[in-house]
C-alpha cells in the first residue's frame, strides 16, 4: 500500500472547504488548531485543511432578538464584542472567561469549541441554541449539545434566541488524565420563576434538569437537583466525581444567580488573533520568516509546527516545554500577536514577522526579571519574556502586578513562585519602551 505524505490543503471559502472533506473524508479541519494540533488527540490524519484562509465568520444581532455567531468566530473576539455586553448574555461572556489561557481563547473558535464539548456546550443548550451544520448534501440544525458531527460536516452558524431573564455559566478544568483535561460546567438560567440547569463535561451527553424553584433556597435547590440527577461519567471523570463537582459549582453559582451587570469595557480593548496567512503544502516545504530582524529559511514536513521550523532554523531561544498548549515555554508573537507555537502550523506563518525572547526590544524586560531573581532554571523566561512583551504593546503603563499576573496566566513556572516575577516585569514595564 502507497504510504500517503502529510498535507496541508488550504480551501479559500466555505464551499470549497466542504468539497475538499467530502473529496477527503479521513481529513481533519483545522480552525484555531489549538485541539486540533494538540499531540493529546490519538492520531494526525495524513491531509489537514487549514481554515484560516476563510476569515472569522461575524456576531451580528437582528432586529428580532437573535444572535448570530459565525463558526470561524474566535473564543476571544465574544469578549469584546459590543452586542454581547448585555446582562443576558452573561452566560456567554463567563463561558468566555472561564476557558483559560487567554492566549488560547484568542485563536481558538467557536465551532471548534461544540465540536470538542467544550464550555461553550452547556450556556449554549441553556439558552435554546440552534447550530447550522453544513457539508456537501446541504444544511441541518440541531442543538447545541446533541450536534453529532459526520464526516464532511462542518458547523457554520451558532443562532441563539432572545435571552432568558438571566442565565449564568461556571465550568472548571479540574484534572487531567489520559485523555485529557476532565471539564466540568453548569449552566444556569431563570425562566417564569423556575431555574433550568444544564451540566456538561467533555466526553458526557449534556444532562438538562429543569425546574429547580428560584427563591431564597435556590443554591440549595439547584445543589439538590444536580446531585439528585447524577451526570454520567466518561472517560475523562467517573460519575460521582463529575456529580461532586457538578454539585459545587451549581451552589455556587445558584448564590450569584442574578442578572449579570452589563459586562464592561475590556481595558486592553478588542484584541484580534493573529491573521494567519495559510499555504497549500504537499509534503515538505521552505518555510520563510522575519525572525528578530533575521530572514530564516528551513525546510519542514508539511505538519510541522512553527516551534519545529523556528527552532530548526536556528532560532534555539524558542523553547519546546509541554508541546500542548498548557505551560507557555514555546510562545512567540507572530505579526504582534502573542501564540502558542507548539499549536501553530509553520505553514501558516510563511513569511510573518516573528518575534521571540531574543528580540532587540525584550531585552531590558530579560535583564530585569533576571537582576530581581525572577528565574532559577530559565526554562519559562523565553515564553514569559515575549508574553509581557506582547503586554508591552497592548496595555497602558505603567502596569500593577495584578495586570501582570493576568497577563501570565498561560505561563508555568516550576521554580520562582511568580511573586518576584511579577513584580520584576511591573517594574520593568512601567519603564519599557517597546518599539
Ligand atoms: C492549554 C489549553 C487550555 C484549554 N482550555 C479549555 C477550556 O478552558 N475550555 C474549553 O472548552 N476548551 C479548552 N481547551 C480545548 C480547545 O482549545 C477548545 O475547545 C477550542 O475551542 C477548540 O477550538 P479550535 O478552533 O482551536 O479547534 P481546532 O483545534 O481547530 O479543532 C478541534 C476539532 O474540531 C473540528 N472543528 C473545528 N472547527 C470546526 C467547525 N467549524 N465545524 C466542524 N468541526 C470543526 C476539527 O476538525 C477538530 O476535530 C483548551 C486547550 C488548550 C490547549
Ligand atoms: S505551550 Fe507550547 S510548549 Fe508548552
Ligand atoms: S525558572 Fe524554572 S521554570 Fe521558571
Redesign the pocket.
Known amino acids: 500500500m502507497a504510504l500517503r505524505l502529510p498535507r496541508v490543503l488550504v480551501p479559500i471559502d466555505l464551499a470549497e472547504a466542504l468539497r475538499m472533506l467530502a473529496q477527503h473524508p479521513d481529513a ?11 499531540p493529546t488527540q490519538p492520531m494526525r490524519p495524513a491531509t489537514l485543511i487549514d ?1 484560516g484562509a476563510i476569515g472569522h465568520d461575524g456576531i451580528e444581532w437582528s432586529v428580532a432578538g437573535e444572535l448570530s455567531l459565525g ?2 468566530v474566535r ?1 476571544g473576539d465574544l469578549a469584546h464584542a459590543p452586542e454581547l455586553r448585555q446582562p443576558a448574555w452573561g452566560a456567554l461572556i463567563e463561558a468566555v472567561d ?4 487567554r492566549v ?1 481563547r484568542a ?7 461544540l ?2 464539548g ?3 456546550v452547556g450556556p449554549l443548550a441553556l439558552l435554546g441554541a440552534r447550530v447550522e ?1 453544513q457539508s456537501r448534501a446541504g444544511a441541518r440544525w440541531a442543538e447545541a449539545d446533541a450536534v453529532a ?1 459526520q464526516p464532511g ?4 452558524r451558532v443562532v441563539v434566541p432572545a435571552p432568558v431573564r438571566f442565565a449564568r455559566t461556571h ?1 472548571a ?1 479540574l484534572r487531567r488524565t489520559p485523555v485529557g ?1 476532565a ?1 466540568v460546567g453548569v449552566a444556569l438560567g431563570e425562566r417564569g420563576g423556575h431555574c433550568d440547569i444544564v451540566v456538561t463535561g467533555g466526553n458526557v451527553r449534556a444532562l438538562r434538569i429543569g425546574g429547580a424553584r428560584a427563591g431564597a433556597d435556590l443554591a440549595r435547590s439547584v445543589a439538590a437537583a444536580v446531585l439528585a440527577a447524577a451526570p454520567d461519567g466518561g472517560l475523562s471523570g467517573d460519575g460521582p466525581w463529575r456529580s461532586a463537582v457538578a454539585g459545587v459549582l451549581a451552589r455556587r453559582l445558584a448564590g450569584m444567580a442574578q442578572p449579570r451587570a452589563d459586562a464592561p469595557a475590556r481595558p486592553d480593548g478588542r484584541r484580534h488573533g493573529p491573521m494567519w496567512r495559510p499555504a497549500a503544502v504537499d509534503g515538505p516545504f521552505w518555510f520563510r520568516a522575519d525572525v528578530d530582524d533575521a530572514s530564516l529559511a528551513v525546510e519542514v514536513p508539511a505538519h510541522a509546527t512553527l516551534t519545529e521550523a523556528l527552532r530548526a532554523a536556528g532560532a534555539t531561544q524558542v523553547k519546546s516545554g509541554c508541546g ?3 505551560c507557555g515555554a514555546c510562545a512567540v508573537l507572530v505579526d504582534g500577536c502573542l501564540v ?1 507555537s507548539c ?1 501553530t502550523l509553520a505553514s501558516r506563518c510563511g513569511g510573518s514577522r516573528i518575534r521571540t525572547a531574543a528580540a532587540p526590544e525584550h531585552a531590558g524586560l530579560a535583564t530585569a526579571i533576571a537582576a530581581a531573581g525572577g528565574l532559577q532554571c530559565g526554562y519559562c523566561t523565553p515564553g514569559i519574556v515575549v508574553a509581557l512583551g506582547s503586554l508591552a504593546c497592548t496595555a497602558p503603563r505603567p502596569l500593577d502586578a495584578a495586570a501582570v499576573a493576568a497577563e501570565l496566566d ?1 505561563n508555568l513556572c516550576r521554580c520562582t513562585g511568580y511573586q518576584q516575577l511579577v513584580a520584576a516585569a511591573a517594574e520593568a514595564l512601567g519603564r519599557e519602551v517597546p518599539k
Not at 481533519?28 to 494538540?38: E, F, H, K, Q, Y
Not at 485563536?107 to 469549541?113: D, Y
Request: glycine residues 16%; charged residues 10%.
Open positions: 481533519c479541519a483545522v480552525a484555531g488548531g489549538t485541539l486540533a494540533l494538540n481554515l463558526g470561524l473564543i472561564a476557558m483559560e489561557p488560547v485563536v481558538a473558535t467557536l465551532g471548534g469549541n465540536c470538542s467544550g464550555t461553550f451544520v458531527l460536516e462542518l458547523i457554520t465550568a478544568v483535561p471539564l500542548e498548549g498548557a502558542r499549536l498561560g
